[in-house]
């Protein structure tokens, strides 16, 4: 069972739009959350993360929100650059017992930018 | 630089041979984290170790083992009783265990076994 989704497979956004990629889950304990970027035949890079205290988090052009009762959070690029194409990765993590446990990983959305 | 290194790269192994894979990081972080990645797939946790000498089962342990002797390397074995063992493995490493940090990736191995 699966208890980090990314339900679109791949995106294809206009560069200078906005791109909107969506994750949700389904596991209660989770309170920490992240994003990765990821470039074929590389290790992902941490881009963005947020706690589950807040509901925004900014840093440039990338900004992540979460809805906790919906238990979803997306990821919004602001303007999309053709060198944001790539494999976005959502991840989660739940700290319980004065230690946490390893990221739990969505499938990935291959975000392309369009000129 | 800082950073965590995966080697080598590419490996090509046998079916019925047993391969390491080695991780190095010189960040000083306590927590490291074995991944595998198929297409299709996501990232699937093998084993984690919280600080060295200690180490985890993750979601897909079976088939694998791992070695925590030193901080800064967390080797993983691929054994012959993995059934699909031909795969991209990522190794990851935080900084510390039980504290909101992302961690930071290795390069990658791509393994594949024929």
């Known amino acids: 069972d699966q208890q980090v989704k990314q339900n679109s497979p791949s995106l294809s956004v206009q560069e200078g739009r906005i791109s909107i990629l969506n994750c949700d889950y389904t596991?209660?304990?989770?309170?920490?959350f992240l994003w990765y970027k990821k470039y074929p035949a590389e290790g992902p890079t941490f881009l963005i993360s947020?706690?589950?205290?807040?509901d925004k988090n900014e840093d440039g052009r990338f900004t992540v929100f979460l809805n906790k009762s919906a238990k979803h959070l997306s990821l919004h690029i602001v303007p999309s650059q053709p060198g944001d194409s790539a494999v976005y990765f959502c991840?989660?993590?739940?700290?319980?017992?004065?230690?946490?446990?390893?990221?739990?990983f969505g499938k990935g959305t291959h975000l392309i930018i369009q000129p | 630089d800082g950073g965590i290194t995966q080697s080598p790269k590419y490996l090509f192994r046998k079916e019925g041979q047993n391969v390491t894979l080695s991780c190095e990081q010189n960040?000083?972080?306590?927590?490291m984290y074995w991944y595998r990645q198929d297409p299709g797939q996501g990232l699937r946790l093998i084993y984690y170790?919280?600080?060295?000498?200690?180490?985890q089962k993750g979601d897909i342990a079976e088939g694998y083992s791992v070695s925590r002797e030193k901080k800064e390397s967390f080797p993983l074995t691929v054994t012959s009783a993995q059934k699909n063992p031909t795969a991209f493995y990522l190794c990851?490493?935080?900084?510390?265990?039980?504290?909101?940090?992302?961690?930071?990736f290795g390069q990658g191995t791509r393994l594949t076994v024929v």
């Open positions: 170790s919280q600080i060295v000498n200690d180490f």
């Open positions: 990851a490493s935080s900084r510390a265990w039980g504290m909101n940090t992302e961690a930071f």
């Open positions: 596991n209660s304990m989770f309170d920490y």
């Open positions: 991840a989660a993590l739940t700290h319980s017992g004065g230690g946490a446990d390893g990221l739990t």
């Open positions: 947020i706690s589950s205290i807040k």
């Open positions: 960040l000083n972080h306590d927590a």
